[in-house]
């Protein structure tokens, strides 16, 4: 056991969950790929197991014997710990092989079958099609609710019988429209039924937004995008208050076998210490970026947190985030078009779909992460025909905002 000093996060981050002495003195944890461990006696592997079938409770302190991968490896462990002092009021967290792996395990663990789920729209695309083509099959009963639309959300929440879950996503993509994290809690902390209210906060967490401090249950990340930021490995994370809630979904865990690999553990750890920095410089470019853009007469709108007009946003954008983030939203006039010209132009930025990484990337969500939604969902959510979604990477910005120009230039 080291000792444990109470120290801030971005301390925390660097001193938790690692001694050197089981990794022969390194100063960087090693990677341990063995997918199986040998005991120290057949007494403590079978002590091993009722902890982990939850027959037995660890005694504090007590050092269990590591079984088998699937269940839990020593840079599953590391990376686990040194990632809760990231998130706010975080008490456990569990990691899983993709964003997509991490959701589905939330849903497949604590929505039974016929349960009542509500959730806000637009949702990632792979989210939504997960709920379409795997849980209603399960007999999950969705009520839906536009991004924002607090009233809306309230009144789903309070009319959905045998609700088990509400999950949001805050700012949604590629619209960032927010929604109250704080009242979608008290409306469901008013549900006779206590639904867990679940935030995927991939856009704006660990650094600029704390779902936990508002009465979240978990929070879930895609980590394949700003926590590991390089744009070089899938990986998701889940953290709680409630430590009963990571323990029941590490059970799923074991049995869905989709926890995070020892290598991308070790890689995704070594990217912990620079989050809240990269975000930091990500947010600052793209705040000028999207205030330089705004007004250029290619473009229709510029979609960024501080260039919100309405006053309901506004409150919430203060209420909820600390930094506005490296998300970057222009509508171009000219439709697919405009939006299209304007892809093939750039230089500097790519053309690829995800986020968060220190290269800026650009897409057209209409055509791409969002197609599977009909052409009325898209119209209703605001996903126009000339939108491009921009992440803004850590080069400097004045290079980016002079790539971005020439893309619009005489469209
Ligand atoms: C990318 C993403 C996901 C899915 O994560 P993967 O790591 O690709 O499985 C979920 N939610 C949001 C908001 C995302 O951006």
């Excluded at 939330?106 to 997960?130: A, E």
């Excluded at 639309?149 to 949001?168: C, E, S, W």
């Excluded at 921009?390 to 790539?403: P, R």
Aim: proline share 6%; with cysteine.
């Amino acid at each position: 056991m080291t000792k444990r000093y109470v120290v801030r996060p971005e301390t925390a981050v660097l001193t938790r969950g690692f001694d050197p002495k089981l990794s022969v003195g390194a100063a960087r944890p090693a990677v341990f790929r063995s997918s199986t461990y040998v005991f120290s006696s057949p007494e403590s592997a079978a002590r091993a197991f009722d902890i982990a079938l939850g027959r037995a409770k660890p005694a504090p302190e007590e050092s269990v014997d590591l079984i088998y991968s699937r269940l839990s490896h020593p840079n599953a462990e590391i990376l686990e710990d040194q990632i809760v002092p990231l998130e706010r009021d975080a008490k456990e967290a569990a990691v899983f092989n993709s964003g997509m792996a991490a959701i589905s395990s939330i849903f497949l663990t604590f929505c039974p079958p016929g349960s009542g789920v509500v959730h806000t729209t637009p949702l990632y695309g792979g989210t939504q099609l997960f709920l379409d083509a795997m849980m209603t099959p399960l007999g999950a009963r969705f009520v839906v609710a536009d991004a924002g639309d607090g009233k809306a959300l309230a009144a789903a929440i309070a009319r959905t019988p045998g609700l088990k879950l509400v999950f949001l996503e805050s700012p949604a993509n590629p619209t960032l429209r927010m929604t109250d994290i704080a009242a979608v809690v008290e409306a469901a902390s008013a549900h006779a039924e206590r639904p867990l209210v679940v935030v995927d906060n991939t856009f704006l967490g660990p650094a600029f937004q704390h779902p936990l401090t508002l009465g979240v249950d978990l929070v879930v990340y895609s980590a394949t995008k700003y926590l590991n930021g390089f744009s070089d490995l899938l990986g998701g994370v889940v953290l709680a208050k409630d430590r009963e809630l990571i323990t029941q979904l590490r059970s799923t865990r074991a049995l869905l076998g989709n926890i995070l690999q020892p290598d991308e553990c070790w890689l995704l750890n070594t990217r912990l210490p620079t989050v809240s920095l990269r975000m930091n410089r990500q947010s600052k470019n793209a705040q000028r970026i999207a205030e330089a853009l705004n007004g250029h007469p290619a473009l229709e709108r510029v979609i960024y947190p501080t260039l919100f007009t309405d006053p309901d946003q506004v409150r919430i954008r203060d209420a909820q985030c600390d930094y506005p983030g490296g998300i970057v939203t222009l509508e171009i006039k000219g439709g697919r078009h405009g939006a299209f010209a304007f892809l093939r132009r750039l230089r500097i930025a790519h053309n690829a779909v995800s986020l968060g990484g220190v290269e800026s990337l650009a897409c057209h969500p209409r055509t791409t992460t969002h197609s599977e939604m009909s052409p009325e969902q898209l119209d209703h959510a605001g996903i126009s025909e000339g939108m491009v979604r921009l992440s803004i990477g850590i080069e400097n910005w004045h290079d980016l905002l002079a790539d971005f120009k020439a893309g619009l230039e005489g469209l």
